[in-house]
Each structure stands twice: as structure tokens, then as C-alpha cells.
């Protein structure tokens, strides 16, 4: 039995507040709150190490740039991305040293992406009810009582999240009940991007899919190879049977042959990061937008320039050497939904604008990063 604390009660209310309000205008300023909250309700000395510290400086230095530079217009965004990354980063942890059992992990984690994207859910069944299964102008209108529409790469990014779920299906000795509810909400999360003709989405489920099932057979060569052939007899047996819409197959096909650029150039992605780059060797300060890099690490480096992007790598680097030390634990069912939340994170981060496109998704990719560092350290 967990008896938190009346401040922790709180700090976890106001959290489940941020993740129902998601998609609301207002959002931003629940999140400072929240943020807020958790330098003063978390012991002032736990879970500041060194990721912890740099990322502190890196929100610090980016926030000074991008007011420098006139990149944001909200005070509370520049609050928000000030404080949100550490206090979401050191939250994770301690939600890890809270909720110690791998089964109350799951359904901690459950309750968060579930709350997270439950707006988002009943957004696009309102949308469907309008438009039909598919949606090709790719906004879903009437976004919450706002009367605004947001674009379509905020609500692929926000699918991820539940996207990764799929991983419940090969997550071995997990309660049926809960290993259900991760795959309904995976299978909801794919709709969603579905409905939107979003092709990152389909690529990170995939991504999802055919990684944690090999985490699942636990890395034998024998299992592998079955696992896989099965998988690829089933989409097979899809893709003849006319399982998927004709009306679904014809808007990706539209999409492809669309200006936007097709797979081969990663939807136009690799002309834009081309001049990312380019852009990045000639001003180390930064550079004006003109478009999005749709990348994190090079969007990072065009507001704040070569010594934000330095910094933030640090932290990247540390949070790629706890999923490997991850990937050396026994791995639970628990385990097997951070591995592959990870995976779809970091794959939405190397395609979109993350932070300009959703604060509140960058400070949960800082709250998982918190976690998986936790977790790849923890006594077991």
C-alpha cells in the first residue's frame, strides 16, 4: 500500500490535471504550475545529477536566446520551457522511487496516457463523425471550445505516446486486464494518425512493433527469425484481404504522390534538414525561421545556436546509454512499455518540431528520460 504524503497527493493531481488538459489553450499555464510545484514539493537535493544539472542550463541559455531572438511570443511558453524540462526530468524519477512494483508502474502508466490522450481521442471521434474514417485536409476543426484547429504533426506526436503501447501485446506474465486496456490504446493512437493520413505515425508503430517483439524473445536468433516471419505473414494476410479501406489506401497514395515530398525524401524532411545543416555550419548564434527543421536537436540549434545544441546533446547521450543499460535488465512488462515508449519519443523528436510544436510533449520526453535513468540505475 502507498501512503503519499498530502503535497505528493497534490503534486500528482495537478499532473493528471496537465496531461487531461492537453489539448486545451490554456494548457501552458497548468504546466508552469505543475512545474513550479515540483522544485517546491520534491526534496531540494534528490535527482539533481548531472543530466539533471546540464539540462538546467540548457533550458536557461535557450530561454535567454529565444528571447534574444523574438522566437516565442508567450511570457509563460519562455517560463514554461525555462523550468518544465528539469522539473518534468527530476518528476520522473521520483514517480520511479515512489512506485516501486512493476505492476503499479503499469497502471501509473496507464492512468497518465490515457489522461494525456483522452482529448485528443474524443477530438478525432468528433472529427470522424464530421469528415468520415479519413480526414485528407489533415485538421480536425473545432478543437476543443477554443473554435481553433491545430496542425496535424501535434497530434501525430501526441499519438506516439500511446502508439507505444503496442509493446503490451509480447510483454510476458502481464495481468490480461491491463495488457488489454495498453493494446486498446494503442489501436485508438493508430487510428488517430490513420485519420489524419499521418505517415510518422505508421512508421513508429511499426518501429514499436517489430522491436519490442524482439526484446520479447529475448534476443534468440531462433525466436527472432519465427517472430518476424510471423509478423510478416499477418500483414501479408491484411494488406490481400481488404482488412484496411480502400478509402484509407487511396489517401496515402494521394499523400505520396503529393508536392510534400514522398518516403524517399522522408515526406521533404531531408531537403529541410540539408538546410538545417547548412544553416548551422554559418551561424553558430542561431538563425531566422523560415520553416521548422523538423528535427529537436536542429531546431534547438537555430534558436539557440552551437553552445545550446552542445549542451543538449550531453543529456541525449546520457539518455541513450540508460536504454542500453536498460536493455541489460531483466526485462519486465514494465520495462518493455518504457523501452518502446522511448523508441517512438525519440523517433517523433527526429522528425518534428517538438519543442515550438508542444511544450508540454518535450517536457514528457524529459520526464521519460528522468525515468529510463532511474530505471537502468535501479537495485533490482
Known sequence: MYKLKFKYKILL???LMVMLTS??????????????????ILPIRRWWNSAALVLFVFSLFYSMMAVMSDQFGSGFTLIAILISPVGLYRFGQWLMYNFYEDK?????????????????????????????????????????ESGESLAATLYGMMSSFGIACIASLFAKGQNFGIRLLYIILSIFSLFVVIHLVNRTGLVVFVICLLATLVLSTDMKISNIMSSLIFVGVLAFIVAKTGII?????????????????GASQLGGRSDIWADALHQLATHPLGWERVRYAH????????????????????????????????LRRSITPFIIIILSMNIAMFL?????????????????????????????REIY
Not at 489539448?23 to 517546491?40: A, G, Q, R
Not at 496516457?113 to 478525432?124: E, K, N, R, V
Not at 523528436?349 to 537502468?376: C, D, K, N, Q
Open 13 to 15: 493531481i495537478v499532473f
Open 23 to 40: 489539448l486545451w489553450p490554456k494548457n501552458i499555464y497548468l504546466l508552469v504550475l505543475f512545474s513550479l510545484l515540483t522544485y517546491v
Open 104 to 144: 503499479v508502474r503499469q497502471k501509473l502508466f496507464l492512468l497518465i496516457i490515457t489522461t494525456y490522450l483522452l482529448p485528443l481521442l474524443i477530438l478525432t471521434f468528433k472529427d470522424v463523425a464530421l469528415v468520415g474514417i479519413v480526414n485528407v485536409s489533415r485538421v480536425m476543426e473545432g478543437d476543443l
Open 245 to 261: 479501406s480502400e478509402d484509407i489506401m487511396s489517401a496515402y497514395m494521394n499523400r505520396e504522390m503529393s508536392s510534400t515530398g
Open 295 to 326: 528535427n529537436l536537436w536542429l531546431d534547438i540549434a537555430r534558436v539557440g545556436g552551437w553552445f545550446a545544441l552542445l549542451l543538449f546533446i550531453v543529456p541525449t547521450f546520457k539518455w541513450i546509454g540508460s536504454c542500453f543499460r536498460l
Open 348 to 376: 517523433s523528436s527526429f522528425v518534428e518540431p517538438v519543442i515550438e510544436g508542444s511544450v508540454l510533449f518535450f517536457s514528457l520526453l524529459m520526464m521519460m528520460w528522468g525515468v529510463t535513468e532511474y530505471l537502468s
